[in-house]
C-alpha cells in the first residue's frame, strides 16, 4: 500500500513538484522559529540563581576625573545610605549588574584548560543582596582581607568547564605575574544578563575599597524593606545629591531592567512567530486549494476503483495517505539540511534545543499536511461511482 | 485589449471565489510585513521631523582610536576634539555640538518620571526643524551664559504638567530646576540624533570641555549649503583627522571617525566595514531577505496559479487554434496576475495602516509614529509588482507551451 503511493507521488513528481518545495521551505521556517523559541523557553525555565524584588540600582556619574575626589565623596555617600531605616543591604558593583546591558570578560586558565568567563566586580555584601546561595564553600568577606590571593566564587558552569570532576575549593588560578584568584565558593547558578540567555560561566571578584585605591564603582545595589516606593526613592536621591553635588544620580528597579531585557529578547520572538504562523496559513490554504483541485480532477479515477468494489474508507485513506507520501518528501529534504545545525555545533547551542525543535516542526508539518487533506478527502471519498464515470 | 485583459481577470476571480480568497489573503498578508518593514526603514532612516533635509545633513557619532599595541577604543567624540577641529570645517553651512542623551530622574508628586535629557547648543535648533507646539528654542544668550532654560516634549509636559500651557513654568530635572522655554512634538527614540524628552544648553556641562582626548559624550550634527557639498564635506573631514593621526602624542595610532548620513552610519557600525561605509552590501543584503521572504508565498501563488490556469485549458486551446502566439498568451496571463496583486497590495495597504497603528500604540518603540507616505507606497507599489512578476511568469509560460490539440481536448498530464 505504502510503496503504491510512493510510486503515485513519484509518477507526478513534475506536478508535485511545487508542492514539494512548498513543504520544505515552510519546513524550514518553522525550524528556524521553533529553535529560536525551545532555546529561550528552556532557558526561561532554568533557575537565575538570584533574587531581584525589592533591589534597586543606584547609577553614580561624577562631575570630575579626580579618583580621589570622588572616591571621598562616594565612601560619604554609602555611610549615609547605611544610615537609612528603610534599606537592608547594598553592594557596590561593576556596570555589569543583574539585568544591566553590559558585560565583562576576562580569561582565565587551570592547567591546559583556558576559558573566557565573565567578570562580575562586587561587594562582600552581595550575596545578601541578591539572596544568593552557595552550595560549596563559602562566600568572601573580611576574613579574606589577611590573604594574599583574590578569593573568587565561581559558578556551576565555570567549575565544569574549567575543573571538570575536581573539587575546585582552593585552587589558585593565574591573575597577573603578581598575583593569583583563589576559589573559595561555588554557586549554583548565576545568570544576570537576561531570563532568556543561557549559563555563562562566570565568577565573582571582590571590591575591597580600602585596597583598590584607583579604581572607582558607580553602581550601587540597594536591597531595601518591603514596600518602599518612589517616595522613599525620591527622599534618599535628594540627600545623596546633596552630598555628591554636580553628580548625576540615577535610580531604577531590577524588576524594571528586568522588563527591559525581557523586552528586548521578546519583541523579536513575538514578530517572528506572528510572521512565521502567516507563512504557514499562507501554505496551508494553498495547500488546501491545490489538494482539492487536483482531486477533483481525478474524479473518474475514483469512480473505477469505487466501480470495481473499493469502499469509500479505502479511498479516503489513499488520498490522505497520498498527502502523508508528498509531505514526507519535503521533510526528508528539510530534515537533512536541518539536521547539519546539531551536527556541525552552529551557533554553539545545545543539539537538544535543535532536536526538540526539529521534533516539533515534523509533528506540525505532518498535522498541517492531515488538516489540509482532511476536507478533500472526504469529498473525494464521497463520490458515487455512477456519477463519476456518468460524466465521463 | 488590456482592457478586455482586465475585464477577463475580473471574471476569473469571480469565479472561484475560494481560490481567489486564498490568493489573495497570501498577496496582502506578504506586502504588508514588507510595507510594515519598510515603514521602519523609511522611520529609521528617512527623513522625518526634526531631520527633514536628509541629504543635507551628516552626523558625527563615533569615533575610534587604535593603538600601535593593538588595543583600541571607540565611542562617541569628545567636545574637545568636535569643537577644535569639526566646528572650524570651512565648506559645511553649519555644525551643531550635543551631547548624547542620558537618562535620568525627575519626581512630581510621588511619581517618577525617567527623561532622556541631552545638552545641546543654538546651531541645533536651526540645523534641524522642530515642531514647537508652545514656546521656541533657547538663544544664543542662553547657552552663552549658561541659562537653566530647557526645551521639553510633548509627553514630559503632559506627564509633569498636565495638559495646558508650560512655558514659564519650571521643570525640575535630576535635582535641577529648568525654566520651560518652549515644547515641541515627541521624536522617536529612532532617530538618536535628535531624540531626547528634554533639551537643556550645552554650556551647563562646561566640565567636559576642555578634557583632552578624542573620546567624550559629544555628537555633532553637519549641516551642508547644498547636497552636492556633501563629499567635499567628507573630504575635508578625513584631512582634518589625517592631520590629527599624524600629530598624535603616540606614534602610529589609528584615529577613524566620518561624517555619515544615518543610514551610513547603521551600516558602518553594522557590517564593521572600516573605511568605507558599505551602502551597496547592505542593500544587497536586505534585497537578500525579501526576496527570501517572498519566496514562500510565491511559490505558494504559483501552484494555485497552475491550477486556476489548468482549469482555462480549452480557453487558451481555443485561442491558440485562432492563432494567438505563445507571447500573446504569457502577457495575457502576466496582465492578470499583476492585476490580482495590484489588487492584493491596495489590500495589504489597508492592513499595514492598521498594523502600525497598532505598533504605535503599544508603546514597542518609545514615541513611534510609524505611518504610510508617499515613499513607503511607492515601495509597496514596487514590491507589489515584482512579486506579481514572480509568481506569474512560470504559470504562464507553463500555459504558453500546451498544445492547441490538447488543451482542446480539456488538460495535460
Known sequence: ????????????????????????????????????????????????????????????????????????????????????QEIESMALTNS??????????????????????????????????????????????????????????????MQQQLFEGEDPLGKLLHRNDSSNYQVVGVVEHYRPSSEYTAEEPGFFNRIQLPRDEKDFYGELLIKVKPGMGVEFEEKMVKELSGIGKG???????????????????????????????????????????????????????IGLRRAVGAASSQVYRQFIGEVLVLATFGLVLGVAFAIQFPLLQVFEVESTVYLIALGI???????????????????????????ALHEE | MLKNYLKIAWKV??????????????????????MVATSLFDHTFGPQIPERDMDKLLFVNMMREEHSEGYSSSGPPSYHFLDRNVRTL???????????????????????????IKYTDREFWDILEFEFLEGGPFGQQEVAGASRVAVINENTRNQYFGEGEAVGKTIEVDQVKYKVVGVVKDVPVLRVNSYADVWVPITLRSQ??????????????????????????????????????????????????????????????????????????????????????????????VSINISRIMERSSEIGVRKAFGATSSTIIGQFIVENVFLTLLGGILGFALSAAVLKLINDSGVIVYANLGLNLRVFTWGLLLSLIFGLISGVYPAYKMSRLKAVEALKGGSK
Open chain 1, 1 to 84: 500500500m505504502i510503496r503504491h503511493l510512493f510510486k503515485l507521488i513519484w509518477n507526478r513528481k513534475r506536478s508535485n513538484f511545487l508542492l514539494i518545495t512548498e513543504i520544505f521551505f515552510c519546513f524550514l521556517v518553522l525550524f528556524a522559529v521553533l529553535s529560536l523559541i525551545v532555546y529561550n523557553v528552556r532557558n526561561y525555565n532554568k533557575p537565575l540563581g538570584f533574587e531581584h524584588e525589592n533591589v534597586w540600582l543606584l547609577s553614580m556619574r561624577p562631575d570630575t576625573d579626580s579618583t580621589a575626589l570622588n572616591r571621598q565623596t562616594l565612601e560619604q555617600i554609602m555611610q549615609r545610605a547605611k544610615g537609612f
Open chain 1, 96 to 157: 555589569n549588574a543583574p539585568f544591566a546591558f553590559s558585560q565583562m570578560n576576562n580569561q582565565l586558565s587551570y592547567g591546559e584548560k583556558m576559558i573566557m568567563a565573565n567578570e562580575y566586580l562586587v561587594q562582600d555584601d552581595f550575596d545578601k543582596v541578591m539572596r544568593m546561595q552557595v552550595s560549596h564553600g563559602r562566600w568572601f568577606g573580611q576574613q579574606d582581607n589577611a590573604s594574599h590571593h583574590y578569593p573568587i566564587v565561581i559558578n556551576r558552569a
Open chain 1, 247 to 301: 553628580w548625576t544620580m540615577e535610580v531604577t528597579t531590577l524588576e524594571k531592567m528586568r522588563q527591559n531585557k525581557a523586552k528586548v529578547a521578546k519583541v523579536p520572538m513575538i514578530a517572528l512567530t506572528i510572521i512565521c504562523v502567516f507563512l504557514i496559513l499562507n501554505v496551508a490554504l494553498g495547500l488546501f486549494g491545490v489538494l482539492w483541485y487536483n482531486i477533483s480532477r481525478r474524479n473518474s479515477e
Open chain 1, 361 to 387: 516542526a515534523i509533528g506540525l508539518i505532518y498535522l498541517l499536511a492531515i488538516g489540509c487533506a482532511f476536507y478533500p478527502s472526504r469529498q473525494a471519498a464521497a463520490i458515487h461511482p455512477a456519477m
Open chain 2, 13 to 34: 476571480l469571480l469565479r472561484r471565489k475560494f481560490f481567489t480568497f486564498i490568493s489573495l489573503f497570501g498577496i496582502s498578508f506578504t506586502l504588508m510585513v514588507l
Open chain 2, 90 to 116: 570651512q565648506t559645511p553651512e553649519q555644525v551643531s555640538i550635543n551631547s548624547m542623551f542620558f537618562q535620568v530622574n525627575s519626581y512630581i508628586n510621588n511619581r517618577k518620571l525617567a527623561l532622556d
Open chain 2, 208 to 301: 567636559d570641555f576642555n578634557k583632552p582626548g578624542f573620546r567624550g559624550l559629544y555628537f555633532a550634527t553637519i549641516k551642508a549649503h547644498s547636497p552636492d557639498d556633501v563629499p567635499k564635506i567628507k573630504d575635508e573631514y578625513a584631512a582634518m583627522l589625517q592631520k590629527l593621526e599624524d600629530q598624535h602624542a603616540v606614534k602610529g595610532s589609528k584615529l577613524s571617525s566620518f561624517p555619515d548620513t544615518i543610514l551610513e552610519a547603521f551600516a558602518r557600525t553594522f557590517l564593521g566595514r572600516g573605511r568605507e561605509p558599505g551602502l551597496a552590501i547592505l542593500y544587497t543584503i536586505l534585497a537578500g531577505l525579501t526576496f527570501l521572504f517572498m519566496l514562500l508565498p510565491a511559490i505558494n501563488l
